[in-house]
């Protein structure tokens, strides 16, 4: 009996050390752990000096589709460097910089995405709604931020996709040809996270709540990707919000109502200056940080025949991704 709980002690022991070396891996990023996805993401060839621009990010921006490549073809003569990372938020972005950033670049581009990204600061382990695995998957991984790594890279394992309802991002390949709404198809990963958390989205775009400390967290770490990155007060600076699409118009507020999902009527959620952009610009009042709120620009074009969203995801139509290149050229090319 002893001898099997000396070994059973000794494996313990064994993953435990296991788990906290490959922390420390991680959060000092000893090697690059998202480097498949730089190599993915840009060419062979891109340019490494400071007339790059960098772009940090989440699933909006990291694909090859993305308003990143539309910003490369518009301005062939700079290099964008996509840094980008489907699932993944600040802390992360921070990690990917600390590795990678030598000298200060010719400009700096980070996505914010209002749906989630609260989410990436801290994931709400004790909501009612979600099954007990998930809770202790959320709980363990809010101190082992590790664990989402591994999580991300299991779901691209082709036979773990099948099963990606169970996981905790969307898949990185959503680029979708769905022209016909179906509660059935739609992101497993967006009704599942709404449902768990039914005030995920409410107290993220109004800044209320539980999500008011998550917030103000968040804004402290993008003022340090910023002193990672090199940029002081000279180097453009370009926040770019990506808002929720049930804050467009009605069209995807209805499609969530349909999925049995809560959408806030408060006024405040769908009007230009809501409360997540204000906020934002009261923190990052520099002349060389711009906010770039995409939701006039996205509301503006978003019509019957020119829809900004996919059918069936959260993510951007290819419309949409136009739209957005086109917001963020108006700055670069002042």
């Not at 499609?255 to 809560?262: E, F």
Request: hydrophobic letters at 35%.
């Amino acid at each position: 009996m002893k001898k099997k709980f000396k070994k059973i002690a000794y494996i313990f022991y064994l993953i435990t050390v296991v788990i906290i070396l490959f922390e420390i891996s991680y959060r000092y990023q000893i090697i690059d752990f998202y480097k498949p996805e730089l190599k993915e993401y840009n060419s062979k060839n891109y340019n490494k000096n400071n007339n790059s621009i960098l772009v940090f990010g989440d699933s909006f921006s990291a694909n090859n589709q993305s308003y990143v490549k539309t910003l490369q073809d518009s301005l062939p003569n700079i290099s964008f460097i996509n840094n980008a990372v489907s699932g993944t938020g600040i802390i992360e972005a921070n990690l990917i910089a600390k590795k990678r950033v030598i000298k200060a670049p010719k400009a700096l581009i980070y996505q914010i995405y209002v749906g989630n990204d609260l989410m990436d600061i801290r994931k709400k382990s004790n909501a009612s709604n979600y099954p007990f695995w998930k809770k202790v998957y959320y709980s363990i991984s809010n101190n082992l931020i590790s664990f989402r790594f591994l999580n991300y890279r299991l779901s691209q394992f082709k036979t773990i996709r099948d099963f990606r309802s169970k996981l905790d991002i969307p898949n990185p390949n959503y680029i979708k040809n769905d022209t016909i709404f179906s509660i059935d198809k739609y992101s497993d990963y967006e009704k599942q996270t709404l449902n768990g958390d039914q005030k995920l989205l409410k107290n993220s775009i109004l800044v209320e709540g539980d999500r008011i400390k998550d917030f103000n967290k968040m804004l402290k770490k993008i003022e340090t990707l910023l002193e990672i990155c090199k940029v002081g007060d000279s180097i453009p600076v370009y926040l770019v919000v990506v808002p929720h699409c049930s804050q467009i118009n009605s069209h995807y507020k209805n499609k969530y109502k349909k999925m049995g999902l809560s959408i806030s009527q408060d006024s405040k959620y769908t009007i230009y200056n809501y409360p997540f952009i204000k906020g934002l610009k009261k923190k990052f009042s520099n002349k060389n940080i711009k906010i770039i709120n995409l939701l006039p620009a996205l509301r503006s074009n978003d019509r019957e025949n020119n829809r900004q969203y996919l059918v069936n995801d959260f993510h951007f139509s290819g419309r949409g991704i136009q739209t957005t290149a086109s917001e963020i050229l108006k700055y670069i090319k002042k």
